[in-house]
């Protein structure tokens, strides 16, 4: 009686100690399970933010490279704005010295032609005297000098060129020049009573002053 009760007691203690290696193992089983839950977990709390991450460098590397395509922009249309201006400068010391230079060429040009013409004068001054001096008689050389001095007074007029007769005229010195003094009886005070020699003019240029006789006044 006391061997069926020693055996029925090991049975339960190597029964109760199955168990608790069964439930030992479960545990063990729940607690890899609920670890590699937590690592997978992480895992996944971790992978949106390596996107995130490479998306934030991108971002910073584009802006990075905006703000220097902006600089090299910046640098450049400076240089292009200094190039203009130095450009439209010069550009306008050339318009400025080709005006100068036609200026010059044309004041050269009519101080040549006003050489020529004052040259010129003379001549008309002496062929005047000879026709003065041939009287009212027609010949062939009267003829031929009134042929002349017409010839080169029309040259003359072509040309521009006016004569400043002033007789009668009150004396303005612009024009004239006063070489001898008239009295009361020979005109208005102030006024030319004789012209000496006529003068000259190229639009509003004097070549010549008129020598003139002017009344006392």
């Avoid at 910073?60 to 190039?83: C, I, M, P």
């Avoid at 070489?179 to 509003?204: F, R």
Wanted: aromatic share 4%.
């Amino acid at each position: 009686m006391k061997n069926k009760k020693n055996k029925k007691n090991k049975s339960q203690k190597a029964q109760q100690s199955f168990t608790e290696r069964i439930a030992k193992a479960a545990g063990g089983f729940k607690e890899r399970a609920k670890s590699m839950n937590s690592e997978e977990k992480a895992e996944q709390a971790q992978q949106p933010e390596q996107p995130e991450t490479q998306a934030q460098q991108e971002s910073g590397e584009a802006e990075v490279d905006v703000k220097a395509l902006q600089a090299e922009l910046e640098k450049a249309k400076a240089q292009s704005d200094e190039y203009l201006d130095l450009a439209q400068r010069k550009q306008a010391e050339f318009a400025n010295y080709r005006r100068r230079t036609e200026g010059i060429r044309a004041e050269a040009f009519d101080d040549g032609r006003r050489e020529a013409i004052g040259q010129l004068l003379p001549i008309v001054d002496n062929l005047e005297r000879a026709l003065a001096a041939a009287g009212e008689e027609e010949n062939a050389l009267k003829s031929g000098v009134e042929m002349v001095l017409r010839q080169t007074r029309d040259a003359l007029t072509k040309m521009g060129v006016e004569e400043i007769d002033p007789q009668g005229q009150p004396f303005d010195a612009e024009l004239m020049n006063a070489v001898m003094q008239g009295t009361a009886e020979e005109g208005e005070p102030g006024t030319v009573c004789m012209v000496l020699q006529k003068g000259y003019k190229l639009g509003e240029r004097v070549i010549r002053h008129a020598m003139v006789k002017v009344v006392a006044g």
